[in-house]
């Protein structure tokens, strides 16, 4: 099954400063997903990346996929307290079958300093 | 509501007792995923409903857990004999196809005392 290593587990950053997350895959990426997650609460979508080479953002969020190292980043300018949690990347890993499996990171748990 | 519908949001129950955990995807949406969140641990896979297909139940951690969709739309999650390690939150997410976005309710928080 393919797994997902993500990178740093956590992280606590002041407020204003720049951050990367890093999300690596141990098979073929055909489709990866950024989450976040508030404790307790369920995970918000944030965005998808399907090609090669393919960035996007949302407001100061900003994503990457580069398929070749199988990787994904996800980056943020200027962070700021709203931005804490814990972001998860998920990857679809289509299996022989029609079952589709999608598996997750363990999560980098992100801390916002005021 | 619009969104996914989970419940109970929270559970506790004594060891060795059934429980039942229900979610109400999305209206029109055919996937349908359970995933189980340990404290401090990432999302683990459990079971996949894609219409009318059989259920990809690989994630399943033993027989005594089970799940069902009626109807391809309201699913349930069974644990039997529960044990202190299936203490988690267990969430149900849906998507609208094959590919794209899963769209996850609250969660239920079960604790085995």
């Known amino acids: 099954s393919q797994e997902l290593e993500q990178s740093p587990q956590s992280l606590i950053v002041q407020e204003g400063k720049n951050l990367t997350i890093n999300c690596t895959s141990s098979?073929?990426?055909?489709?990866l997903y950024w989450y976040k997650q508030k404790y307790g609460e369920g995970l918000i979508f944030l965005m998808m990346l399907q090609k090669g080479g393919e960035e996007k953002s949302h407001e100061k969020i900003t994503a990457k996929l580069d398929e070749k190292k199988q990787q994904s980043s996800l980056h943020i300018t200027a962070s700021q307290p709203s931005h804490a949690g814990i972001y998860l990347c998920?990857?679809?890993?289509?299996?022989?079958?029609?079952?589709?499996?999608?598996?997750f990171g363990s999560g980098t748990q992100l801390t916002v300093l005021p | 509501g619009a969104g996914v519908s989970q419940s109970p949001s929270n559970k506790v129950t004594e060891k060795g007792k059934d429980v039942e955990l229900r979610c109400d995807p999305i209206s029109g949406h055919t996937a349908l995923y359970w995933y189980r969140q340990s404290l401090g641990q990432g999302l683990e896979f459990l079971i996949y409903f894609q219409g009318n297909s059989a259920p990809d139940k690989s994630g399943l951690p033993s027989d005594r857990f089970s799940a069902e969709r009626t109807g391809g739309s309201v699913s349930t999650l069974t644990i039997q004999r529960t044990q202190q390690e299936d203490s988690a939150v267990y969430l149900c997410?849906?998507?609208?196809?094959?590919?794209?976005?899963?769209?996850f309710g609250e969660g239920s928080r079960l604790t085995v005392l």
């Open positions: 997410a849906s998507s609208a196809g094959f590919i794209g976005e899963l769209f």
């Open positions: 998920g990857a679809d890993a289509f299996s022989s079958g029609s079952a589709r499996q999608l598996t």
């Open positions: 098979k073929t990426l055909y489709g």
